[in-house]
């Protein structure tokens, strides 16, 4: 089996470019050696040697790729004349976030044993992944972070796919042009894709005495003697301890997802001195006991970091802490609440941490795949200019999305776009990372939506983990 023989032209962002190089290599599950331009003395018979730059370089070679590096990237880096002009030109119905060479078309050039293209794949890999256009100074939302709606894959129309997955695909595709062997992408343990379920607890109980209190008072200023008395009532019952709270879904999610062989991720709060009256504390009984009942049934804990910790180094730090005290070992990743994501702080911050991984990066209302790919990576921090020593693990769908504007009743919709995203990851032989909150499941016809994706999820036969299983699967630990 061949190997590529990976060449770049040395330069002032020479770390940007060997890691958009590198992701590029090792998301498609290619066999590698780097190395600049300026090193090579031969290259192998058997092996492929492709090139980046911005001339194809004087180098004998059997068989070779030259790719156009694009000069819009780095001359304005970290501007926002750095940013894609849009419309995206496209090749093929796929959208070219960035082009090199002297022009747009002709895209693709064969020429015997040699092939270049002007599509600057490592670019847009590296824009995609690095959420690039979320560190040029822009419109943002009432936290401060990047909205959807800017987003180039919003603007473009390819939220709804991974597009680095579709340019891998492509890169993979010109190889087999040239007849060389570079072997399958890694598996999943035999299966074609994974998926990975995971959970928010925001909160455990619905019925807290302020909150009680609160929305019985607005609905008696509104006239709402009825719907104020039903409350008093369950809140009564729950107090009793004749009714559950409607949050406290966890056996019902565990029970389910076990029945399947399914485990999932579930992310816990400990900002309990930030939040509102609402929030739990893991300091309190029963808040504790439920985390390590969790843990016990073989269900991963992570850390769901608060609202204030998602640009706050100290306080992730802390967070991390005190969930790792709790269950009695290093907490291994985190979610933020409310999807919130500040580049590069949150990335870094988590890393200055401790965490091994990330599975913040979804467009809060919205499905799909904001870093434009399917697969767990290594992250980069803008600021410093180096790879962390984190993961990415991109949420694909998330409960409110999903359930957004439907009647809670019907969940033919629901269903219908969980295929079309799992059949989309299982195209590219990716993870599909469902969000759904124990929250969302405090009535019969919701726990019967979650149910039935749930389900239809088992049945697609893809391999199954929590997060860290994820990861351990995909880097063969």
Not at 78 to 97: F, M, N, Q, R
Not at 172 to 200: I, M, Q, Y
Request: proline share 5%; hydrophobic share 40%.
């Amino acid at each position: 089996m061949s190997r590529i023989a990976l060449a770049y032209e040395k330069g002032p962002h020479s770390a940007e470019v060997c890691y958009a190089l590198k992701a590029m290599m090792e998301l498609s599950g290619l066999d590698y050696h780097l190395f600049p331009l300026s090193d090579i003395s031969a290259i192998p018979p058997e092996d492929l040697l492709v090139s980046y730059g911005s001339s194809v370089p004087a180098i004998q070679a059997k068989k070779h790729i030259h790719i156009y590096r694009s000069p819009l990237l780095y001359e304005a880096y970290k501007e926002a004349g750095s940013l894609p002009a849009t419309p995206l030109p496209e090749y093929d119905g796929l959208p070219v976030i960035y082009t090199g060479g002297e022009s747009v078309e002709p895209f693709f050039v064969r020429d015997r044993s040699m092939l270049s293209t002007n599509i600057d794949i490592p670019a847009a890999t590296f824009f995609m992944i690095t959420r690039y256009e979320e560190y040029i100074p822009g419109e943002r939302d009432e936290y401060g972070c990047f909205p959807v709606s800017s987003s180039l894959a919003f603007r473009e129309g390819f939220l709804s796919y991974p597009i680095v997955n579709r340019y891998l695909d492509l890169f993979r595709s010109w190889v087999g042009e040239l007849d060389v062997n570079l072997g399958d992408r890694p598996g999943w343990r035999g299966r074609k894709f994974a998926v990975c379920l995971t959970h928010n607890v925001d909160r455990i109980r619905k019925y807290t005495p302020r909150r009680v209190i609160r929305e019985m008072a607005g609905d008696m200023l509104r006239g709402r003697f009825a719907a104020s008395a039903r409350l008093a009532l369950d809140a009564l019952a729950v107090a009793r301890g004749t009714r559950r709270d409607p949050y406290w879904t966890f056996d019902f999610i565990m029970n389910l997802e076990e029945r399947l062989g399914m485990r999932s991720s579930f992310f816990i709060r400990t900002d309990y001195d930030t939040g509102p009256e609402e929030v739990y504390s893991i300091l309190d009984a029963g808040p504790s006991q439920l985390v390590k009942y969790i843990a016990s049934r073989g269900h991963e804990i992570g850390l769901h970091g608060g609202v204030y910790g998602h640009d706050d180094p100290r306080r992730m730090a802390e967070e991390r802490r005190r969930l790792s005290r709790l269950i009695g070992r290093a907490a291994p990743g985190a979610r933020q609440q409310r999807l919130l994501w500040k580049n590069p702080v949150t990335w870094s911050a988590m890393a200055d941490a401790g965490l091994l991984y990330d599975s913040t990066l979804s467009f809060r209302g919205s499905n799909g795949f904001r870093c434009g790919v399917c697969f767990p990576y290594r992250v980069f921090d803008l600021r410093r200019g180096r790879e962390l020593p984190l993961w990415e693990i991109p949420v694909t769908a998330t409960d409110a999305a999903l359930t957004a504007g439907r009647n809670e009743g019907r969940d033919g919709e629901a269903l219908s776009e969980v295929e079309a995203l799992l059949s989309t990851v299982s195209d590219h032989g990716g993870v599909f990372v469902l969000l759904w909150h124990n929250t969302s499941l405090d009535t019969d016809s919701r726990r019967r939506v979650y149910a039935d994706v749930v389900e239809h999820i088992a049945g697609r036969d893809a391999y199954s983990g929590t997060c860290s299983g994820i990861l351990r699967c995909w880097t063969g630990g």
